[in-house]
């Protein structure tokens, strides 16, 4: 009886935590650097993986839909999800088909998508391994991943942005997606700036495997 009470406190306190944090969402509109990069991320995804029309795709933390006209072109049956009530009506002004979610509490069926598609939201994560987890969950078992995260310690300091919870290094988060499950397929490292005074953004490109 002492665990069970322990347990219901714990999970209270961690309820009260994320509470806490839900002000912390913002609006993200599509800026032409991201909607580049976006482009170039989804052309490269092509590249490496067969995106057939049909395939469902989520869009984790889609803020205003950079890449979403491209991705439904394509024939990709598209949903989105992210906490900002803003974003949600910006989408589905725009006919886009968005969720209001937690990217670490998705409660789509398991084996509901081909693809994830997650970019700039994992760093939002206060336990990322737990959140790709839940993309796995949810993921065919031939499913498709692209995670992209702002690497730490640029001329930007994401680090020091307000809600980004974790900026790892590049190897703690190939770490982190092969512990979770998934073959890193390739990775790309997109460049903003000069060599001397530069941001990085960090992109994986992923399959599931077997645990």
């Known amino acids: 009886m002492l665990r069970g009470n322990f347990m ?3 999970y209270e306190r961690l309820d009260q935590f994320l509470q806490q944090l839900k002000t912390d969402v913002y609006s993200e509109v599509p800026y032409p650097l991201h909607v580049e ?3 170039r991320a989804l052309d490269y995804l092509e590249t490496l993986f067969q995106l057939k029309p049909g395939m469902r795709l989520l869009d984790v933390g889609c803020g ?5 006209d ?3 072109a394509k024939g990709l049956d598209y949903q989105g999800i992210t906490l ?8 589905r002004a725009k006919g886009y088909r968005v969720d209001k979610m937690d990217q670490s509490f998705i409660t ?9 598609w997650a970019r700039h939201v994992l760093e939002h994560s206060i336990f990322p391994l737990f959140t790709v987890d839940g993309y796995r969950r949810i993921l065919k078992p031939d499913g498709i991943m692209y995670i992209e995260v702002p690497a730490p310690e640029t001329r930007s300091s994401h680090e020091n942005n307000p809600n980004h919870y974790s900026m790892f290094s590049k190897k703690v988060w190939q770490g982190l997606i092969e512990r979770s499950g998934f073959a890193i397929v390739a990775d790309a490292i997109y460049v903003l700036g000069n060599e001397q005074d530069s ?3 960090w992109g994986f490109y992923c399959r599931l495997s077997a645990l």
Do not use: E, N
């Open 84 to 91: 900002s009530d803003q974003d949600i009506k910006v989408c």
């Open 199 to 201: 941001d990085q953004y």
């Open 8 to 10: 219901t406190l714990a």
């Open 70 to 72: 491209r991705m439904l």
């Open 108 to 116: 789509y069926p398991d084996h509901s998508f081909d693809i994830v």
């Open 37 to 39: 990069i976006s482009d």
């Open 64 to 68: 205003q839909g950079v890449v979403v």
